[in-house]
């Protein structure tokens, strides 16, 4: 009996323990500076739309603030007007169970120059309207700072990507083959027991 009571009270001082060492955004700086080439309210469509982002350590915090970062993870959010009565979407403070950034646009090691990539929008990405969102790891994996093209000043810098609809072209040629190769089939079937019929008189 002690020792069950005991093997409880170790998992409710690990699950206590893991709570307070969750990190929240709110408890993160903001210590990158993001640009994106997407202009505000600008539509790109999915599998065909670019966009160039880079980032660097906001100056206004201290030297060696990016001391502990080894990654950074660049990142397609959800802005609220696409996240309302979708909880799939949704923000929470815990970062572990946020759901705001989905689609990623990069994750590399971090370096402190040459900080830019070109993406082009996955075809697998909805319709929605976006906003562009970093985030810097250390070793252990957490995240340590963060970065986003929109805040208090910038509310309005979002955009929107069109998601594909319809049939493809590669599509529509794959349905023609396989159409054509089952009529053939047909034939070749109804060929045959047509010579096994005469064969057998």
């Known amino acids: 009996m002690a020792i069950n009571r005991a093997i409880v009270a170790t998992v409710l001082l690990s699950c206590l323990a893991a709570s307070c060492y ?20 600008e539509v790109l469509k999915a599998g065909e739309g670019k966009i160039t982002v880079s980032w660097k350590v906001n100056t206004t915090y201290p030297a060696g603030t990016e001391s502990s970062y080894k990654t950074v993870k660049v990142q397609l ?6 996240q309302k009565d979708r909880g799939w979407r949704k923000t929470v403070d815990l970062l572990k169970k946020d759901k705001t950034c989905q689609h990623t646009i990069v994750e590399r090691p971090y370096s402190a120059s040459d900080n830019s990539v070109t993406y082009t929008v996955k075809r697998d990405v909805p319709t929605a309207t976006y906003f562009i969102r970093a985030y810097v790891y250390n070793a252990a994996g957490e995240q340590v700072g963060y970065g986003q093209t929109t805040n208090a000043e910038k509310s309005a810098n979002l955009f929107s990507v069109e998601a594909v609809t319809g049939r493809h072209v590669s599509l529509d040629i794959a349905s023609v083959c396989f159409s054509a190769f089952s009529v053939v089939s047909l034939f070749g079937f109804f060929f045959m027991e047509k010579r096994k019929a005469k064969a057998s008189n």
């Open 22 to 41: 969750a990190i929240t955004f709110s408890s993160l700086q903001r210590t990158l500076d993001l640009d994106a080439s997407v202009k505000a309210g």
């Open 77 to 82: 959010c959800y802005a609220p007007v696409s």
